[in-house]
T-cell receptor, first 115, second 113 residues
């Protein structure tokens, strides 16, 4: 299917486990982003990528690792999950070659619970 | 630090009524301001984008305004429908190379029959 997809949609894990959230987009957008959304907070940027093999930290990167070996995929890994990482995670992509419109297109989200 | 403040945090209105959501920002330099709609259990979807030179833009029953001098924006919803029940998020883009986004925490709107 065209667009941006995330998997899994729901995940329950235990403290200390490694978890990987997947994100895939079919638009060949150069930029991809990972956000977390918690009650009382706006979406907060975890990591972003401007192109394959180029990644950079966002506002809340601690405890997370990303990679981008292919343009269309941008997995997010929690190396050792903690309860504070319980959240809804959104992946987004953007074609920022246009000078004024940097709309981000969001995936459906992954609800992660860390017990 | 760049900030985006939205009010009210939540709002309940009756179907058919109008409402206005507010957004104040301190992002500088400014590039654009976008309103997103986020249905429960889904990712945000863009409703409208405002650039520095625009002060009103409509998208169906949604009308956004921007006052770049006072750094305020509003989203007016006319003749609300049950399907308007969602969170509305104000997002401001920096006018820098990366055009980083600053998100408001959203207004949760509930439209009741």
């Amino acid at each position: 299917d065209a667009g941006i997809t995330q998997s899994p949609r729901y995940k329950i894990t235990e403290t200390g486990r490694q978890v990987t959230l997947m994100c895939h987009q079919t638009w060949s957008h150069s930029y991809m982003f990972w956000y977390r959304q918690d009650l009382g907070h706006g979406l907060r940027l975890i990591y972003y990528s401007a192109a394959a093999d180029i990644t950079d930290k966002g506002e809340v990167p601690d405890g997370y690792v990303v990679s981008r070996s292919k343009t269309e995929n941008f997995p997010l890994t929690l190396e050792s999950a903690t309860r504070s990482q319980t959240s809804v995670y959104f992946c987004a992509s953007s074609d920022q070659t246009r000078t004024t419109d940097n709309e981000q297109f969001f995936g459906p989200g992954t609800r992660l619970t860390v017990l | 630090k760049n900030q985006v403040e939205q009010s009210p945090q939540s709002l309940i209105i009756l179907e058919g009524k109008n409402c206005t959501l507010q957004c104040n920002y301190t992002v500088s330099p400014f590039s654009n301001l976008r309103w997103y709609k986020q249905d429960t259990g889904r990712g945000p979807v863009s409703l409208t984008i405002m650039t520095f030179s625009e002060n009103t833009k409509s998208n169906g029953r949604y009308t956004a305004t921007l006052d770049a001098d006072t750094k305020q924006s509003s989203l007016h919803i006319t003749a609300s429908q049950l399907s308007d029940s969602a969170s509305y998020i104000c997002v401001v883009s920096e006018g820098t190379g990366r055009r980083a986004l600053t998100f408001g925490s959203g207004t949760r709107l509930q439209v009741q029959p």
